[in-house]
Nanobody, 120 residues
Framework: QVQLQESGPGLVKPSETLSLTCTVS??????????WSWIRQPPGKGLEWMGA???????YYSPTLKSRTSISRDTSKNQFTLHLDSVTPEDTAVYYC????WGTGTGDYWGQGTQVTVSS
């Protein structure tokens, strides 16, 4: 059973960079078949896919967030990390990491989510 766990700060100041790490167990981020993704849900809004890393290390980003987003990975720790630059209060959301199935596009495995608030 693949399990994912998000970690990082719960409070970030405006204009700073938000960094969140997803630690994966029960599976490898170098395995084909999944987009290792970051997804967020602002209060009162729907889920927003932010970007993903795949087995080869290639990354894909949402066009609306591409200029501020990067995803790195540490294969020795089986982790991938989201970096979101120049945050504003509009980036306040619950952030999830997930393993999205290549074939179906659905999230097969999800972390529990972590609340991030952007405020001074």
């Amino acid at each position: 059973q693949v399990q994912l766990q998000e970690s990082g700060p719960g409070l970030v100041k405006p204009s700073e960079t938000l960094s969140l790490t997803c630690t994966v167990s029960g599976g490898s981020i170098t395995t084909t078949g999944y987009y290792w993704s970051w997804i967020r849900q602002p209060p009162g809004k729907g889920l927003e896919w932010m970007g993903a890393n795949i087995y080869s290390g290639n990354t894909y980003y949402s066009p609306t967030l591409k200029s501020r987003t990067s995803i790195s990975r540490d294969t020795s720790k089986n982790q991938f990390t989201l970096h979101l630059d120049s945050v504003t209060p509009e980036d306040t959301a619950v952030y999830y990491c997930a393993a999205m199935n290549w074939g179906t596009g659905t999230g097969d495995y999800w972390g529990q989510g972590t609340q991030v608030t952007v405020s001074s």
